[in-house]
């Protein structure tokens, strides 16, 4: 059984990567396909605002806020909730309806959207330990050095500072799945103290 389940999850991340590879084929001038048509995406994703919030009113507490995020970022979660790779309980059964075309297009609209910014840290102290932290262990290598994210890689600027912790500490304790295991590896035996004061810095720039 577990031979099986291993299997499966491998060829379901494999299809999820070709998926996120397909969409950017597809927006090619050489491909005869459809657009994605962002507005469609945005009657799809029209009760998300409810937990997600917008760009004029911030997310629920421990919330991601999707404003500005990467597209392939959204297509590829989106993708593994929906298939039961990734279990977010406050996602359950929202996707089950969802075609891969509609996961394209709710990740556009979310896409364009303008981000909030972060604001200015009240916590100074805490802000610069999280820079450091930042610099020492190279995020802006795959997040850019903005923090804003590129392809796959999300956004983590500006992000919910309290989603970011929970985030950055289900990565370390082995809990949260993706693609590959770098962040895993990165975060691992990183103490509460210092996952707190990154996800502080991050969510303020």
């Not at 999707?66 to 996602?91: K, N, S, T, W, Y």
């Not at 330990?129 to 050095?145: D, I, P, T, Y």
Request: net charge positive; glycine share 8%.
């Amino acid at each position: 059984m577990q031979r099986f389940d291993t299997a499966r999850r491998t060829g379901v991340i494999c299809r999820a990567v070709s998926l996120t590879c397909a969409a950017v084929l597809a927006a090619a001038p050489c491909y005869a396909q459809p657009k994605i048509d962002p507005s469609r995406g945005a009657a799809k994703a029209a009760a998300c605002a409810s937990c997600h919030g917008s760009p004029q009113r911030p997310p629920l507490a421990g919330m991601p806020t999707l404003a500005g995020q990467q597209e392939q970022f959204l297509v590829l979660q989106m993708f593994l909730m929906r298939e039961g790779l990734r279990d977010v309980p406050q996602m359950a059964g929202t996707l089950k309806d969802f075609s891969d075309r509609d996961l394209d297009e709710v990740a556009a609209y979310f896409s364009r959207q303008t981000p909030a910014r972060g604001g200015t840290s009240t916590k100074p102290k805490l802000h610069a330990r999280g820079e450091v932290l930042a610099k020492g262990m190279a995020c802006g290598s795959c997040h850019l050095g903005d923090y804003t994210g590129q392809r796959q890689v999300p956004r983590v600027a500006s992000q919910r500072e309290d989603y970011l912790a929970a985030t950055l500490k289900a990565y370390r304790d082995n809990k949260r799945i993706g693609t590959d295991t770098s962040m895993n590896s990165i975060l691992y035996q990183v103490p509460d103290t210092d996952i707190d004061a990154l996800a502080h810095f991050l969510a303020y720039q």
